[in-house]
């Protein structure tokens, strides 16, 4: 699954980079998640969400702006209950350059 | 091995983590619940009269005691009832576990009769919230509720339980070890050291207390910071209590409401040192024009308000009674002359003027005459709007957990509900509700209850026939354009409590107010003591909404 959540940044002069979220895996979580951004208006450009091999844990994938809101984002994060870990990797992360040629 | 039914297995998690009273009204969907409850020994159900009041009662008891406290309602509109109170405790950092009925689980999705989606209607208002899909699941989600609610900085909870899922049977070994908060964060030494540094290099600091400091039990820690460092100290509407208001350092409320001279002081302020507060926009005023020459450091258990609003200079994360602890030994005693005789000069310049103090039938005045007959062994709770401020700058707070108001969500009618559950727990308390007629009717279906469980609650009921915080706004702000502020008829409060079984003394008529104001108060049991007061009495000083704080405007 892969949606614009909110708007995007209108002078989007910021670097995007990766966010890989690692999170328990029942129906609520995607809700939580995604609401947050919109709760909170946080600019995420995708989510991408799976579950894991064992079926108790899933990966979602995020792309957002690193403006000067990410560190707050992430430890917004963070705070729920169903996040156990945020990673941050750089924009050319390839999880959502592979998918590019599906959104042309 | 025990076999009990689902909502069994939930009475005896609650019974085991503690819980005495349990608040709530009884629906179809959480029948089987009340069932097993009819049969517990150790708790005892109290009967709301509207859901909303059954949460602001669960708060209320949370609030006094700082212990989560439980409220039950059915599905559908009972679980919708809550949803305010839920968002009141989220606001509020109060710790919380509602339990909702829901319809069985193979009806969840079909529209059935009373159902809602009040997992997803409360994911945005409650620290966690759960949908239980078996009853043996619920020997993991109730422990983690209520750990949940009192880790860190405390929140509600929402656990939601389908109808079949109380009915279902559950075998299992043994009970789980009743929940018990989490372990608090380590102590951040060099951060803490960088905060004791600048403390001791300011010239002009300011301490700058907030609700977590009552959350964490830290007051008493935070009275020695200020005192062994020279610290002005002010507090937000939620820490209150927290150094006593006569205090030489308090500076009492900061904000829209606050003292003239407060604000000032604040605009000073070459270092402040902010515990356990947000940076809330009723405190603050416009951001970026609040204390413009200070250096901050910012201590919270929620690593999330470390620079929400305001970068701090030095950041801790960490409980703040152990931060307390950790930065006490390591700061220098000051007198700081300089700076104390200066804001003494302001305080004398620009003090908070309480107009009419001595009629004890103005606004200020009942406030104190009030305070006069009670000791601060009383607890005093508020509704939302005039009065709410009026008490806030009158009554003299000097203890943490004295002073119970609805402040981030700002809830009209938390005011009755909160003071009855504060009284249920604490029934030794006098427990004082000031409200206003607006406030009043929002929840005043409760009085109900309040007669029924004959609480130690007066409310004292300020009328002045109006919305009186709207009335302020229009005639200040919108070129005098009255609307929807003004009730046309007026309510006889009176006879209303006298109908719901209540005591009844009205000031308007009394010969000599003060004497049997004292008087009722003294007696227990619940009572409703009316005065009318005037409606042009504006709430001053007032910051503007979105100016900055030193733009206060005066009466």
């Known amino acids: 699954m892969i949606e614009q959540v909110a708007e995007p940044l209108p002078a989007s002069g910021f670097e995007k980079v990766v966010l890989e979220l690692e999170v328990n895996n029942h129906p609520g979580v995607m809700s939580h998640v995604c609401g947050l951004f919109a709760r909170r208006a946080f600019n995420v450009e995708g989510i991408l969400c799976m579950p894991l091999p064992d079926g108790r844990r899933s990966r979602i994938w995020l792309t957002v702006f690193a403006d000067q809101r990410l560190e707050q984002l992430v430890r917004q994060l963070e705070r729920l209950v169903d996040v156990l870990e945020v990673r941050r990797h750089g924009a050319d992360h390839e999880v959502f350059v592979q998918l590019e040629r599906f959104f042309q | ?555």
């Open chain 2, 1 to 555: 091995m025990m076999t009990m039914t689902g909502a069994e297995l939930i009475v005896r998690l609650l019974e085991q983590q503690g819980i005495e009273t349990i608040v709530g009204i009884p629906g179809g969907a959480i029948l089987p619940l009340y069932d097993a409850l009819s049969q517990s020994k150790r708790i005892r159900h109290v009967l709301a009269r509207h859901e909303q009041g059954a949460g602001f009662m669960a708060q209320g008891m949370a609030r006094v005691t700082g212990k989560p406290a439980v409220c039950f309602a059915s599905s559908g509109p009972g679980a919708t009832n809550l949803v305010t109170a839920i968002a009141d405790a989220r606001l509020d950092s109060i710790p919380l576990v509602a339990i909702t009925g829901q319809v069985p689980l193979a009806m969840i999705g079909t529209d059935a009769f009373q159902e809602v989606d009040i997992y997803g209607m409360t994911i945005p208002i409650t620290k966690h919230n759960f949908l239980v899909r078996s009853a043996a699941e619920l020997l993991e989600v109730i422990p983690q509720a209520f750990r949940i609610a009192m880790s860190g900085r405390p929140g509600p909870v929402l656990v939601d339980v389908p109808k079949d899922v109380q009915n279902q049977l559950v075998t299992f070994e043994r009970l789980p070890v009743p929940a018990v908060p989490d372990p608090l964060p380590p102590l951040d030494e060099p951060a803490i050291a960088a905060a004791a540094r600048l403390i001791d290099e300011a010239e002009r600091p300011v301490l700058y207390l907030g609700g977590g400091v009552i959350h964490a039990d830290a007051a008493p820690l935070a009275v020695t910071l200020a005192e062994q460092t020279a610290m002005p100290t002010t507090m937000t509407l939620m820490a209150l209590g927290a150094m006593p208001v006569d205090h030489p350092l308090s500076l009492g409320m900061l904000g829209m409401h606050g003292a003239r001279y407060t604000n000032f002081v604040l605009q000073e302020a070459d270092l402040l040192v902010c515990v356990g507060a947000r940076f809330d926009d009723r405190a603050i005023g416009k951001a970026s024009q609040f204390c413009p020459e200070a250096k901050v450091i910012h201590i919270d258990i929620d690593r999330a308000e470390l620079g929400k609003i305001r970068r701090p200079d030095v950041a801790i994360h960490g409980d703040v009674k152990a931060v307390l602890q950790a930065l006490l030994p390591r700061v220098r005693a000051q007198l700081r002359k300089r700076w104390l005789s200066h804001v003494a000069g302001l305080k004398s310049r620009f003090p908070l003027v309480l107009e009419g103090r001595e009629d004890p039938r103005s606004h200020y005045g009942l406030v104190q005459a009030v305070a006069k007959a009670l000791d601060d062994e009383a607890v005093v709770v508020t509704d939302v709007g005039q009065h709410q401020m009026w008490v806030a700058q009158a009554y003299p707070l000097r203890r943490p957990r004295q002073w119970l108001t609805s402040g981030g969500l700002g809830t009209m009618g938390f005011g009755l509900p909160a003071a009855i559950g504060a009284a249920l727990a604490e029934p030794q308390r006098t427990v004082v509700c000031f409200t206003g007629d607006g406030s009043l009717k929002m929840n005043i279906q409760e009085m109900a209850t309040l007669a029924e469980e004959g609480g130690n609650v007066k409310i004292v009921l300020m009328n002045n026939q109006s919305l009186g915080l709207v009335y302020q706004q229009q005639n200040l702000f919108y070129g005098k354009r009255v609307i929807a502020s003004n009730y046309r008829r007026p309510t006889d409060f009176v006879k209303i409590a006298e109908g719901f079984g209540l005591e009844a003394l009205d000031l308007d008529r009394s010969e000599h107010p003060e004497a049997d104001l004292a008087a009722i108060l003294r007696r227990p049991g619940p009572a409703l003591i009316h005065c009318s007061i005037e409606r042009e009495r504006f709430v001053y000083p007032m910051v503007p909404p979105g100016a900055a704080n030193t733009e206060m405007i005066e009466g």
